[in-house]
């Protein structure tokens, strides 16, 4: 099992830009696919970016292409999720996530993924 810690979150004028860290422990050393999802309230959990650990391969919500990027420092073990041109509907508690190998799904779908981070929140602000 992998355990994840989000941190970079905060409140941001409309814009402006955050980058999101996801520190991970445990197993590691298994391929993995980690992504970023968002939620905000009374919404569904939804996906933002997602990236292979043993691969380039990165998927991007449309809503969010072009203006976020996911990356990753695997002799760190961190992912980021670089935030820019942000928006108010941008607001929302923002999660990594990572699915272990084999991978199964959609890497949109919250159900293939069985290791999360606490959440961090970010605020965009008009």
């Known amino acids: 099992q992998v355990q994840l810690v989000e941190s970079g979150g905060g409140s941001v004028q409309a814009g402006g830009s955050l980058r999101l860290s996801c520190a991970a422990s445990?197993?590691?050393?298994?391929?993995?696919?980690l992504a970023w999802f968002r939620q905000a309230p009374g919404q569904a959990r939804e996906g933002v970016a997602a990236?292979?650990?043993?691969?380039?391969?990165?998927f991007y919500a449309a809503s969010v292409k072009g203006r976020f990027t996911i990356s990753q420092d695997n002799a760190k073990n961190k992912t980021y999720l670089h935030m820019s041109s942000l928006t108010p509907e941008a607001t929302a508690m923002y999660y990594c996530?990572?699915?272990?190998?084999?991978?199964?799904?959609?890497?949109?779908?919250?159900?293939?993924?069985?290791?999360w981070g606490q959440g961090t929140q970010v605020t965009v602000s008009s």
């Open positions: 445990g197993h590691t050393s298994t391929s993995y696919r």
């Open positions: 996530a990572a699915a272990p190998y084999p991978y199964s799904g959609s890497w949109s779908n919250p159900d293939g993924y069985n290791a």
């Open positions: 990236a292979y650990t043993s691969a380039r391969t990165t």
